[in-house]
């Protein structure tokens, strides 16, 4: 069946860069997502990727993709306080819902 | 997201009441999903529309009802509230294109006594 993994909690000091990592489970998803959850907001969606692409990059973030191994990783380059939140990977298999996964914290510390 | 309108942003109510959550977009999407998120259990979807006629149960429809009104809005019934539907729910609209994604409203706390 479907499903999407991702740890639940990742804490690093401030400059330093954050990795938050997901696998899914349906090779045939055409896109992955990444969305940032701030308290008391709802989802914000900061990215995605297309699944025949390995890497995207936006300013300070970089999304890593392998198909083979349906990874999905999320860099957070000089991470900020600003960027705690808790960020959620999403899969879109076909044309269905998509399949979120429980969310990451990423703590900051200053 | 600016463009998905919640109501009301907070309720409080008592077991056995009904009670109506509002969602509107001005996106002019098709495609309208309603999602309830508890803390450790992430996102869960309740019902979901492709369109005006049509409604699908999604993972966890027990409990609730729902109404597309017209493309731009979908409301979500708690039809006798109970208190393990206490939860922070989510509007979500989805475009039907290739790159179309889902935009969320800012959400509706609710607390059921």
């Known amino acids: 069946g479907e499903d999407v993994e991702q740890s639940l909690f990742l804490s690093v000091r401030e400059g330093d860069s954050s990795v938050i990592n997901c696998t899914y489970t349906?090779?045939?998803?055409?896109?992955l997502y990444w969305y940032k959850q701030e308290p008391g907001a709802g989802l914000q969606l900061l990215t995605y990727i297309f699944s025949n692409m390995d890497m995207k990059q936006d300013q300070r973030l970089t999304v890593l993709l392998n198909k083979k191994d349906k990874h999905l990783s999320l860099r957070i380059a000089d991470t900020q306080t600003g960027d705690s939140a808790i960020y959620f990977c999403?899969?879109?298999?076909?044309?269905?819902?998509?399949?979120f996964g429980k969310g990451t914290r990423l703590s900051v510390i200053a | 997201d600016a463009d998905v309108t919640q109501t009301p942003r907070n309720r409080i109510t008592k077991t056995g009441k009904r009670i109506m959550l509002e969602c509107s977009q001005t996106?002019?999407?098709?495609?309208m999903y309603w999602y309830r998120q508890d803390p450790g259990l992430g996102l869960r979807l309740i019902y979901y529309s492709f369109d005006v006629k049509d409604i699908n149960k999604g993972e966890i429809s027990d409990g609730y009802s729902v109404s597309r009104q017209a493309q731009a809005k979908f409301s979500l019934s708690l039809e006798s509230a109970i208190p393990n539907q206490t939860a922070l729910y989510f509007c979500?609209?989805?475009?039907?294109?290739?790159?179309?994604?889902?935009?969320f409203g800012p959400g509706t706390r609710l607390t059921v006594l």
């Open positions: 996106k002019g999407h098709d495609r």
């Open positions: 999403a899969e879109r298999p076909g044309n269905t819902p998509l399949v």
């Open positions: 349906d090779s045939s998803s055409t896109y």
């Open positions: 979500a609209p989805m475009g039907t294109g290739c790159t179309d994604t889902q935009y």
